[in-house]
């Protein structure tokens, strides 16, 4: 259907149906307590990336980047952070030497893909996990173009496979594990980070708290994935990501006396 346009002379009018983020954060409450495949949230008629976006306007994006941030360097961090010292984990990655094209686009795109692209197309992932999978498990600063070609491979299968739709009946026994099937790729997202860390002897029942903060924003990710799409989920991903990235990229350009002490 045609996009019907105001006459120039009128004014703006609010675009009709785009919940607040105060209901969109209901929405999200609501959801995590009974996951369901739709419906999707009412949509924005937009063009470039807001289209690839779901809809999802870009003040809305940032306000669910605050959220997470707020969430993780207030309560979650801090936890997680406890709970290493008490188990004697250590970080196995150094932050420090993280390459933004990894931190910023590789890992949002492939962890997306591999974890929460499949939850609205169980068909198609069943096919792009192994390709995902490897793309996932190499590593970019060795295997940069491989992991590219890989997910530019997936990418291109998932355009391939757009027109595809599930039996009726496939699609209702889908939707009636879909909350198990939501949680799960939510906690295996999770889980995966503890691989980020040397794990100590002691504490192994304290280890789940160590990634806490992955499994909030899994959660929100994949609640962004099923109501605006797999763009939205890596775009937040992608923003999540850069803050971190931008605060140490500050401090060891105006305040490297802080991360030498």
């Known amino acids: 259907m045609p996009e019907v346009r105001l006459p120039c002379a009128a ?3 609010p675009v009709r149906g ?23 949230l009412p949509r924005t008629t937009g063009q470039g990336s807001q289209e690839w976006l779901g809809g ?43 390459s933004w094209f990894h931190v910023v686009l590789w890992a949002p795109v492939i962890e997306e893909m591999v974890f929460r692209y499949g939850l609205r197309r169980p068909a198609a992932a069943l096919w792009l996990l192994p390709v995902l999978v490897s793309a996932m498990l190499m590593r970019p600063s060795l295997a940069a173009g491989a992991s590219v070609a890989l997910a530019c491979g997936a990418i291109a299968a998932v355009l391939v496979w757009r027109g595809h739709r599930w039996p ?3 699609l209702r026994r889908y939707a009636r594990v879909f909350p198990l099937v939501f949680h ?6 999770a889980f995966l980070h503890l691989a980020n860390f040397r794990l100590g002897e002691g504490g192994w029942l304290l280890l789940p708290l160590l990634v806490l903060p992955q499994w909030a924003c899994g959660l929100v990710l994949g609640w962004m994935r099923v109501r605006f799409g797999i763009g939205a989920s890596i775009a937040l991903h992608a923003c999540f990501n850069a803050g971190p990235m931008a605060l140490l990229w500050a401090l060891q350009n105006y305040a490297p006396g802080l991360l030498d002490g």
């Not at 919940?19 to 995590?32: C, I, Q, T, Y």
């Open 18 to 40: 785009r919940p607040a983020f105060r209901a969109e954060f209901a929405d999200f409450l609501a959801f995590v307590r009974r996951p369901r495949l739709g419906p999707r």
């Open 168 to 170: 009726w009946k496939w």
């Open 11 to 13: 004014p703006a009018a």
């Open 56 to 98: 999802l306007g870009g003040p809305h994006l940032l306000r669910w980047v605050l959220v997470l941030w707020g969430v993780n360097l207030l309560v979650l961090g801090p936890l997680a952070a406890s709970v290493a010292t008490a188990s004697g984990a250590e970080r196995r990655l150094d932050a420090l030497h993280l």
């Open 184 to 189: 799960l790729a939510t906690l295996a997202f």
